[in-house]
């Protein structure tokens, strides 16, 4: 980077340099009139002060330059991991968007209003129940194979027909569509984010369902949990603003033209890092890049001393050498004044007794400025390592929040399947037809090990993968709320235990009523693929190039799931009270010592997301810890 950016991206850097440039000369100066009005004795000191200047000088060429390398590396870093999240986030979001249409798309209700064209408000009532639950869409769509609107539950949406050729394309295509774009299906909006499928019964096709994504909002929840202020996170797709939290920027000019396959680009003041999705179970979503950027860089925060202290055996080689050298710099500085004090004593010789308190102001002068850009340097250092693990914790909880709001409402949307529901009201239910609708769904729906049906009685009736169960009995506070449970809204989930049900290892099950008429029939449970699943969000949280582990953890310490190789599940972890005790929106950290080793840990609180744990009645406190060796 030119010497001419530093001063307008680290004006606190440039103004080391002005400081060390001036003490240089200075010195010099101080130097030379030493020589011209020093007795004999004297001159073989001042000649040696020329090698200390010299020793200043290299020390000045090399701590700037990691001044500036460690606060680039700190801000980029920290813009490239949000630039990453976001991106990541959205996609983890979207991929279960496709799962929804999908499994939408082949509603008994929607596939009997096509072809009958009987009842619209009690199919319009179903769908808006759906959104009720999965609070993601703003519109829902039905269209025939002509492109005639049939039914959507917008009420602010009105139309009749639509020539989008979203349309045309889902009605040739055997799977989703995902497209953002200007529709007629939308006129109120610039762009909607759209999913689509075909809606087909014994390979007729019969029309098109299509969800329409909150994208606007959505945007808005992941920008809002990242950014600081000055800082602005762009989507791109290589020519247009996809989003942004930068409400002024309305197209890509030149001026955001950045190539986002470099490091990092530094233009007219600001720092720019770009991301692309490392994708989720196989879907990478649009061909889209996330760009953090920050306006202007402010000096770093200063951080409590004992922090500083705490980061002092992290430093590396390159910094050691430097404070080494600076502390020669002082205490040849500290020698010539000493000894050059004595002479003047001893030969009677005053005249240096003013080069000499120059000198020993300069020396206090250069030991602060030494002092403040090592301080510099060391909280740099730290708050590059604090923000690590402070985001690594809070990325690993958000993901976690945002994937069980899935499952909490994909039970309760499941509890609603006509299917269920009728064969429950039979005296005799069909086992096999309820069974293939699971099966079914828990192909869409990868994150499960089994979901099961079961009856008033607790007994399980029918399951979609492991049929050993039919006919046992599951029993826990959350079935019995399950079955006394009159609100379609409510869902129901077991204390994170080994279950019978995944193997008797631990895990959750999500559970939600089956009612027809206002009458219980049963309910489903979930099993959710607890260990993979919480492994795959922890090591997706945790940078590969740092040594430690992460964990998810209950509030007594209990682990709910872990990297560490020899951390066992349900295991209590003895932590400090700070840890357990947390309880705060933002991450935070502290210093610990875990099996005898020194970590630098990250701690994040479970917020929710949406209506997840924020307004049902959902209440368990999990925390996400990031252990990094220090």
């Not at 680290?10 to 400081?19: A, D, S, Y």
């Amino acid at each position: 980077m030119q010497s001419s950016s530093i001063s307008q991206l680290f004006p606190f850097i440039q103004r080391n340099v002005q400081l060390f440039d001036g003490q240089n000369r200075f010195l010099k100066k101080i130097i030379l009139t030493g020589k011209i009005c020093a007795i004999e004795q004297a001159a073989n000191l001042f000649s040696f002060t020329e090698k200390t200047i010299e020793t200043f000088s290299s020390l000045q060429e090399e701590l700037i330059p990691l001044l500036i390398d460690e606060n680039l590396k700190k801000h980029t870093e920290e813009l490239r991991s949000k630039a990453q999240i976001s991106i990541d986030i959205l996609i983890r979001n979207l991929f279960e968007r496709t799962a929804d249409v999908g499994f939408l798309a082949t509603d008994e209700s929607i596939i009997t209003y096509l072809k009958e064209n009987k009842n619209p408000e009690q199919l319009r009532q179903r769908l808006i129940e759906y959104t009720l639950k999965y609070s993601v869409y703003n519109e829902i769509i039905i269209t025939d194979d002509k492109g005639n609107i049939r039914l959507n539950i917008n009420e602010n949406n009105a139309l009749t027909h639509s020539d989008d050729p979203l349309i045309t394309e889902a009605l040739h295509y055997d799977g989703y569509i995902e497209r953002y774009a200007q529709t007629d299906l939308f006129i109120s909006q610039p762009k909607t984010l759209l999913f689509a499928q075909r809606i087909v019964e014994n390979q007729q096709t019969l029309g098109v369902l299509i969800l329409c994504f909150r994208f606007d909002d959505e945007m808005s929840h992941i920008f809002s949990s990242l950014l600081n202020p000055n800082e602005h996170i762009l989507f791109t797709n290589g020519k247009d603003v996809i989003a942004s939290s930068d409400h002024q920027l309305t197209s890509l000019n030149d001026f955001l033209r950045i190539d986002t396959e470099a490091p990092y680009v530094y233009r007219n003041g600001s720092l720019y890092v770009s991301a692309k999705t490392k994708g989720y179970e196989g879907y990478h979503g649009a061909k889209w890049n996330s760009i953090a950027y920050k306006n202007g860089i402010n000096h770093s925060r200063n951080l409590p001393s004992t922090a500083s202290a705490k980061i002092k055996c992290t430093l590396n080689d390159n910094i050691r050498s430097i404070i080494m050298k600076a502390d020669d710099v002082i205490e040849d500085l500290s020698d010539v004044i000493i000894n050059g004090e004595l002479i003047a004593a001893k030969e009677r010789v005053y005249v240096l007794t003013p080069v000499l308190d120059n000198l020993r102001n300069i020396s206090t002068s250069i030991l602060e400025t030494i002092k403040e850009s090592v301080t510099n340097l060391e909280n740099t250092i730290m708050e590059g390592l604090v923000f690590d693990v402070q985001a690594s914790a809070k990325l690993a909880i958000n993901i976690m929040d945002r994937n069980l709001y899935e499952r909490a409402n994909d039970c309760r949307w499941w509890a609603m399947t006509p299917t269920f529901e009728e064969e429950l009201s039979q005296e005799t239910p069909d086992i096999k037809r309820i069974s293939d609708v699971l099966h079914y769904i828990n192909s869409l729906y990868t994150v499960y090990t089994n979901l099961f049906i079961y009856d008033t009685d607790s007994m399980i009736i029918a399951a979609s993968s492991d049929q050993t169960i039919i006919g046992k009995k599951v029993s826990g506070d959350y079935i019995s709320k399950t079955l006394s449970n009159k609100n379609s809204q409510n869902y129901f989930v077991s204390p994170f235990e080994n279950n019978l049900f995944y193997n008797d290892s631990p895990t959750y099950i999500y559970s939600s009523t089956i009612r027809s008429n206002g009458i219980t029939l049963g309910g489903i449970g979930i099993v959710f693929d607890a260990y993979p699943q919480f492994n795959a969000m922890l090591e997706d949280s945790f940078s590969s190039s740092k040594k430690g582990f992460s964990c998810f953890i209950d509030r007594k310490g209990v682990v709910i799931a872990t990297t560490h190789p020899e951390m066992k599940l349900l295991q209590q972890l003895p932590l400090e009270n700070e840890i357990l005790r947390f309880n705060a929106e933002e991450s935070t950290h502290c210093f610990t010592l875990f099996e005898d080793k020194k970590y630098l840990v990250g701690i994040a609180l479970s917020e929710g997301y949406r209506e997840y744990k924020t307004q049902d009645n959902y209440k368990n406190d999990l925390l996400s810890l990031t252990f990094v060796e220090y």
